[in-house]
C-alpha cells in the first residue's frame, strides 16, 4: 500500500487526504496545531463560505494570480463537485445566499470542519496532531519522507498544504515555501492580499464602525481609473475595509506598495446622477427650510456620517437652509457623489485573507499537483501562487487543488 503523508491539515490538506483516501492509501496527515482546520474555524465570520456557487466557468473570472493554472484542479473538483461532496458525501447540509455565497446551513463553520474530518476518519485516515514538520527528505530529485524534530518518517508521496502567511496564529507561518525551495522551487513575490486598506485623511477615522451598503468605489491612480467596485464598506480606526475594499486590495495593492498615491472615491448616492441628486437635495432642504444645515441631512445621509460630511461642504454648519446657496448645494452633491481620500498603507498580514503570491505555477504540473522538480512532491491550496476575490473562491482553490493533489499522489 503506498504511504501518502499530507503536510497541514487545513482546507487543501484535509481534502487532499480524502482525495488519497479515496485510491486505498496510508494516508497521514501532519498538523502542527492541536487541532484541525484552525483556519476554516475563522472564515466567513465563523460562518465559512465554503465555495460560490457560481457557473463553473465563471469561476475564473473571480481568480486573480494564475486563472489558467486553476482549469485542471478546478475540473477535477468544480464548485458544484464540492458541494456535492460535502452534502452527499460528507453529509453536511448547506444552502446558498446573496452573491451564490455557499455556508453551512447550520452557519456553523465547526460543522464543515466536523463533516470532513468524520469523513477521514472513516477512511482510516491519521491525523498527527501537534506535530510540526520541520523538512523533506529529498534523495535524487525524489522526495521519500519528512522531518519532525529529531524522528522521519518514510513516504511514496507528500503534499505540502502548509497555506500563506496571513493570519500566523492559526498555523499558516510560511513553513511551505521553505520546503518547496529546498526542493529546488521557485517563490513568487509574497505579499498580503484581501486586505483593510490606510488612509490620509482624518476624518475616516471619525467614522470607525459606520458601514455603507450599496455604494460605488472608484479607485485612481494618476488621474487614472484603476478599479471601480459596488457593495458594502466599513470604516476604521485606520481606514477602510469590507468587502469591496478587500477585493480593491488585490487589484489596486502593488500600487500602493510601490509607494504609488491611490485616490479611493466613494459615490455615496450611485442610483442618482448628479442632476437628480442636486434636486433630491433641494427637495429635502425646502422641507426643511428653516432648519439649520446640520439637521437637514438625515434623510440623505447616515447620522455618523453628517458631521463630515457638513465640515468637508464648508457651509456653516448653523446656517438656515433657505439661505444655502446654488453653488454650495452644488458642492455637497459633489462630495456625495466623491467621497475622496488617499490610501496610504495595506494592512499586514495578520488582517490580511489571504497571501498572493506563493510557489511558482510554472514549476508544478496542472494536471498533478506535482512538482515538476522533485518527484512525488505535491503542492496545494493557498502556498502556491494563486489567489481569488472574495465569496467562497479561495476555499474552492483549497479544495479544487487538495483533491487533485490527493488523487494523484494516490496513484504515484
Ligand atoms: C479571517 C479569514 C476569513 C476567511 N474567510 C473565507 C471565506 O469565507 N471563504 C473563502 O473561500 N476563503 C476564506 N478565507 C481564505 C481561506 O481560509 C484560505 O484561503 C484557505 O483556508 C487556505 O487553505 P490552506 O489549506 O491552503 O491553508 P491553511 O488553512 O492556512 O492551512 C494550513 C495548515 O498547515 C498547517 N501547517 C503549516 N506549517 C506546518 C508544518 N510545518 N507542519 C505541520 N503543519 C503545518 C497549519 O497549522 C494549518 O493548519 C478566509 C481567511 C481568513 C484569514
Redesign the pocket.
Do not use: H, M, P, W
Given at each position: 500500500m503506498s504511504k501518502v503523508i499530507i503536510?497541514?491539515?487545513?482546507?487543501?490538506?484535509?481534502m487532499a487526504a480524502y482525495g488519497a483516501a479515496l485510491n486505498g492509501c496510508d494516508v497521514t496527515v501532519?498538523?502542527?496545531?492541536e487541532k484541525?482546520?484552525?483556519?476554516?474555524y475563522?472564515?466567513?465570520?465563523g460562518?465559512?463560505?465554503?465555495?460560490n456557487a457560481c457557473e463553473p466557468d465563471e469561476f475564473f473570472d473571480s481568480i486573480v494570480s494564475n486563472s489558467k493554472f486553476m482549469y485542471s484542479p478546478f475540473y477535477s473538483l468544480t464548485n458544484y463537485g464540492a458541494m456535492d461532496l460535502f452534502s452527499d458525501t460528507f453529509g453536511l447540509e448547506i444552502k446558498i445566499e446573496r452573491g451564490n455565497r455557499v455556508f453551512p446551513a447550520s452557519d456553523k463553520s465547526s460543522d464543515v470542519i466536523r463533516a470532513l474530518t468524520a469523513a477521514l476518519g472513516r477512511m482510516g485516515v491519521k491525523i498527527r496532531l501537534g506535530?510540526?514538520?520541520?523538512g523533506l527528505i529529498i534523495n535524487d530529485k525524489k522526495v521519500c519522507g519528512v522531518k519532525c524534530s529529531d524522528l522521519e518518517y518514510n513516504a511514496d508521496a507528500v503534499i505540502v498544504?502548509?497555506?500563506?502567511l496571513?493570519?500566523a496564529s492559526?498555523?499558516?507561518?510560511g513553513?511551505?515555501y521553505e520546503f518547496a525551495k529546498c526542493a529546488g522551487h521557485s517563490i513568487m513575490k509574497l505579499s498580503p492580499a484581501l486586505v483593510p486598506l490606510e488612509t490620509k485623511q482624518r476624518w475616516v477615522t471619525q467614522l470607525q464602525g459606520l458601514s455603507l451598503k450599496n455604494i460605488n468605489v472608484t479607485f485612481t491612480s494618476g488621474g487614472k481609473k484603476i478599479y471601480s467596485d459596488f457593495g458594502e464598506m466599513i470604516f476604521t480606526h485606520y481606514g477602510v475595509s469590507g468587502p469591496v475594499i478587500l477585493t480593491a486590495g488585490s487589484y489596486i495593492g502593488d500600487r500602493v506598495s510601490a509607494g504609488g498615491v491611490v485616490e479611493l472615491s466613494i459615490d455615496l448616492k450611485p442610483a442618482l446622477d448628479f442632476e437628480r441628486l442636486a434636486k433630491r437635495i433641494d427637495r429635502d432642504f425646502e422641507e426643511h427650510r428653516n432648519q439649520q444645515f446640520k439637521n437637514s441631512l438625515r434623510g440623505l445621509l447616515p447620522a455618523k456620517l453628517i458631521p463630515v460630511i457638513v465640515k468637508l461642504s464648508e457651509i456653516s454648519p448653523e446656517k438656515k437652509v433657505n439661505s444655502v446657496t446654488r453653488e454650495e448645494r452644488n458642492k455637497l452633491a459633489r462630495i456625495m457623489k466623491n467621497l475622496s481620500c488617499t490610501i496610504t498603507r495595506l494592512r499586514g498580514y495578520n488582517e490580511?485573507?489571504?497571501t498572493r503570491g506563493g510557489i511558482n505555477v510554472k514549476e508544478i504540473n496542472p494536471a498533478t499537483m506535482e512538482s515538476k522538480l522533485c518527484k512525488g512532491l505535491y503542492f496545494?491550496?493557498?502556498?502556491i501562487d494563486v489567489d481569488?476575490v472574495?465569496?467562497?473562491?479561495?476555499?474552492?482553490?483549497?479544495w479544487s487543488t487538495?483533491y487533485l493533489a490527493g488523487i494523484s499522489a494516490g496513484q504515484s
Open positions: 503536510i497541514g491539515a487545513g482546507a487543501a490538506g484535509l501532519f498538523e502542527k496545531n484541525c482546520g484552525k483556519k476554516i475563522i472564515t466567513g465570520k460562518r465559512c463560505n465554503l465555495t506535530t510540526q514538520v520541520t498544504a502548509t497555506g500563506g496571513s493570519y492559526t498555523g499558516s507561518t513553513d511551505g490580511a485573507i489571504i496545494a491550496g493557498e502556498v481569488a472574495t465569496g467562497g473562491y479561495n476555499l474552492q482553490i483549497a487538495g
